[in-house]
């Protein structure tokens, strides 16, 4: 049973255009949201996290929205580049279970010229 | 700052043969991670450890073993090899209950089971 779901395998985006990744969770114990970046043959790597306390965090281009009640999440890159063109992951802190970190199953941006 | 590093990069092994996964990292992280990721999907839990001494099994521990004896090592030992261990394993740390929530991989071991 996905706890973390992203529902969009793949997004397709032009230069300079909004990509919008979607993130969905079912566990209220979850205390922190993470959006993780991999590129095929590396290890992901952090992007951007936000406290369950907290509605907006913006980094640069990068900004994830929280919306609690509807237990969704969702990064924004703007404007959009092809040196974003990589697989999203999403994942959430468990704090009741250890602070394990849940992991969706990412989602593909292709970020086109 | 070496942050974490896994060795080797890739192996390929033979059905039935045992091997170790080597992960250690730099940044004095109470937390370790075991993951693997099979193409097309998303990171599955093998094991993890809270600090040294203490490890625990994740969503698919079956045909692995790990141990902690150190703050900075956490070996993952295939004992025998199955085609179906064929994936990319990724070894990870953070500052679990005193750190932050921000996880840091190593560069990912590319195993073929033959």
């Known amino acids: 049973d996905q706890q973390v779901k992203q529902n969009s395998p793949s997004l397709s985006v032009q230069e300079g255009r909004i990509s919008i990744l979607n993130c969905d969770y079912t566990?209220?114990?979850?205390?922190?949201f993470l959006w993780y970046k991999k590129y095929p043959a590396e290890g992901p790597t952090f992007l951007i996290s936000?406290?369950?306390i907290k509605d907006k965090n913006e980094d640069g281009r990068f900004t994830v929205f929280l919306n609690k009640s509807a237990k969704h999440l969702s990064l924004h890159i703007v404007p959009s580049q092809p040196g974003d063109s990589a697989v999203y992951f999403c994942?959430?802190?468990?704090?009741?279970?250890?602070?394990?970190?849940?992991w969706g199953l990412g989602t593909s941006l292709a970020v086109n010229p | 700052n070496a942050g974490v590093t896994q060795t080797p990069k890739f192996r390929i092994l033979k059905i039935g043969q045992s091997m170790t996964l080597q992960c250690t990292q730099d940044?004095?992280?109470?937390?370790m991670y075991w993951y693997r990721q099979d193409p097309g999907m998303g990171l599955k839990l093998i094991y993890y450890?809270?600090?040294?001494?203490?490890?625990d099994k994740g969503e698919v521990p079956n045909g692995y073993n790990v141990s902690r004896s150190t703050t900075e090592d956490f070996p993952l030992r295939l004992e025998l090899a199955a085609p179906s261990q064929t994936s990319v394993y990724f070894c990870a740390s953070n500052g679990g209950q005193t750190g932050g929530a921000e996880a840091f991989f190593g560069q990912g071991t590319r195993l073929t089971v033959v």
């Open positions: 940044m004095n992280h109470n937390y």
């Open positions: 566990n209220s114990m979850f205390d922190y």
């Open positions: 994942a959430a802190r468990d704090a009741g279970n250890n602070r394990k970190l849940i």
């Open positions: 936000i406290s369950s």
């Open positions: 450890s809270v600090g040294a001494g203490i490890t």
